[in-house]
Each structure stands twice: as structure tokens, then as C-alpha cells.
């Protein structure tokens, strides 16, 4: 697969098979993050590689209970809406039951801390692709990066205290019949381009 069909190809998964992911995967998933550029070379991107299952079970609980405190209220993003009403019924699982949480912090007072994680995160994506992995970026711990049970949990994992979570990568085996990611690309209705020639 070269790096435009990666690119082109790679889709959101949100129904996984309840398997570990091999640790030779993870470990190149890694990489790709870890060698996406930064801001001035900073490399201070902490990626905090959860597979741990009591791990991510505590983390489900402490997002739907951060949620479940919330309100919603009028012209609220549509995703967070959809949490808090979910997390209120008590059926939230904000990482879709995926083996692998890849979360990724940065430093909370430097300017590039969300470029870089996105640079990280989408590099991960497609290499999950390359691999017949499934992956989707996961916003939850970014939106509740100031919650105090979960920052404290957080810290508890290994997150500094200078940090915070700006973004996390669910990876895993899809749930397909074919046990391969979805590649139909969406139509590309927006993004906009101006040639100027
Ligand atoms: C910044 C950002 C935040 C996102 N947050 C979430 C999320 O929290 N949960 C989720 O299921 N998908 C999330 N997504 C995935 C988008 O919903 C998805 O990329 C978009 O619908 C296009 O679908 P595709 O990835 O299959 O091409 C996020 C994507 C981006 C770029």
C-alpha cells in the first residue's frame, strides 16, 4: 500500500473484535506516531499505550461519569451532546471496546501541543491501515482533559504533571465480515480548493 492509498482508504472503525492486537503491530503503530514531525523538533508528544483491560474498563467508567454530571445546552457540538445524553442512560463506551488506546499528551503550555498530535494520531491511523488494523481517533479524554478523577487516573498512568491529553487512537481488529477496515472512501464534498496559478 502506498502512502495516497493508505491515506485515501483509511475510515474510522467503531466495531472491533474482542482480540489483543500482536505487539510487533502496536510497536510500528508507535513509530509511525513517534516519527511524525513537531513544532521546532520537539518531540514532546507522551504517548501512553493502554492495553491493559481493567485500564480501559476504569476509563470507560470515569468518561461516562464525567459525562453524566454534564448539561447539554443550546448550540453545543453535536459529539459532546451525544455524550453526555448517552453517558446519562448509562450505555457509554466512548472507545468502542478497542484493545488498544493509544493516548497522546503534550506539554499543556506549548503552543504546538494539538498540531502535533494531530500529526502523531494521523500517522498512527494509516499505519493501522497498512496493517489491516482498524483505528479511529477518539476526542473524549481531550474534551475531559481538565476532569479531576480523570486527570488524576491519568497521572496515576503516567501522564506528567505539565501535561495534558490532547487527543487518543482506538485501534483494533475490525468486526467486518471479512475481518478487514472499511476502505470506501467518503465522498469529498467540502474542503474547498483555490488554485491560484
Ligand atoms: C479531530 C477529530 C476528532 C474526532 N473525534 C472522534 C470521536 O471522538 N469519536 C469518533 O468515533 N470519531 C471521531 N473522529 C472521527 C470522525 O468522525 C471521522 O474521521 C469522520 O466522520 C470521517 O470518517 P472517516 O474517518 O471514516 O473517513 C474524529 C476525527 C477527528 C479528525
Not at 457509554?92 to 494520531?121: E, H, S
Request: glycine share 6%.
Amino acid at each position: 500500500m502506498n502512502v495516497l492509498d493508505a491515506i485515501v482508504s483509511r475510515r474510522s472503525t467503531r466495531v472491533y473484535k474482542p482480540i489483543p492486537v500482536e505487539r510487533e503491530k502496536v510497536e510500528k503503530i508507535l513509530d509511525a506516531g513517534r516519527y511524525a514531525p513537531s513544532g521546532g523538533n520537539n518531540q514532546t508528544a507522551h504517548f501512553l499505550v493502554i492495553q491493559k483491560k481493567d485500564v480501559l474498563e476504569k476509563l470507560v467508567t470515569l468518561v461516562q461519569e464525567a459525562f453524566a454530571k454534564m448539561e447539554v445546552c443550546e448550540g453545543m457540538y453535536k459529539s459532546i451532546r451525544n455524550s453526555i445524553l448517552q453517558s446519562k442512560t448509562g450505555n457509554y463506551v466512548f472507545n468502542y471496546r478497542a484493545p488498544v488506546l493509544i493516548v497522546v499528551a503534550n506539554q499543556k503550555d506549548y503552543g504546538n501541543n494539538m498540531a502535533d498530535t494531530a500529526c502523531a494520531i494521523e500517522n498512527m491511523m494509516l499505519e493501522a491501515n497498512e496493517l489491516d488494523l482498524g483505528s479511529c481517533w477518539i476526542n473524549q479524554l481531550r474534551w475531559l482533559n481538565e476532569d479531576p478523577s480523570l486527570l488524576s487516573y491519568l497521572k496515576e498512568l503516567g501522564l506528567r504533571e505539565d501535561e495534558r491529553v490532547y487527543a487518543s487512537v482506538a485501534i483494533g481488529y475490525p468486526e467486518t465480515p471479512d475481518g478487514l477496515p472499511l476502505r470506501k472512501p467518503l465522498d469529498r464534498k467540502g474542503n474547498e480548493v483555490t488554485w491560484i496559478l
